[in-house]
């Protein structure tokens, strides 16, 4: 497999990792695709330049379902916090 085909299965991977809410696995997977990325020669060789663009719209994917989780998470806990206040007013009233 090629420099880019295990980059881009990589990112594949971290994809299905967050798909599946297994944020271990997206995070050691996204290590593992940045010190590769880092440890190729800064003169471009290993990937063309339409690969490296290739890699960089599918990061830009990624990151854009990373904030969509993100945001899905805070939304979530805003309305856990929610129905807590909620339960716990209700129980003071009902005691009193």
Not at 4 to 28: K, P, S
Not at 55 to 70: F, I, N, P, S
């Amino acid at each position: 497999m090629s420099p880019y085909e295990t980059a881009m299965a990589r990112l594949r991977g971290v994809r299905d990792a967050v798909n599946a809410l297994d944020f271990a696995t997206a995070a050691d997977l996204l290590a593992e695709h940045d010190r590769t990325l880092r440890g190729m020669p800064a003169d471009g060789q290993g990937l063309a330049v339409s690969e490296v663009e290739a890699l960089r719209v599918t990061q830009e994917a990624l990151l854009a379902q990373l904030q969509a989780v993100q945001q899905g998470v805070v939304e979530r806990l805003g309305q856990t916090r929610r129905e807590g206040r909620a339960a716990r007013a209700y129980l003071g009233h009902a005691d009193g």
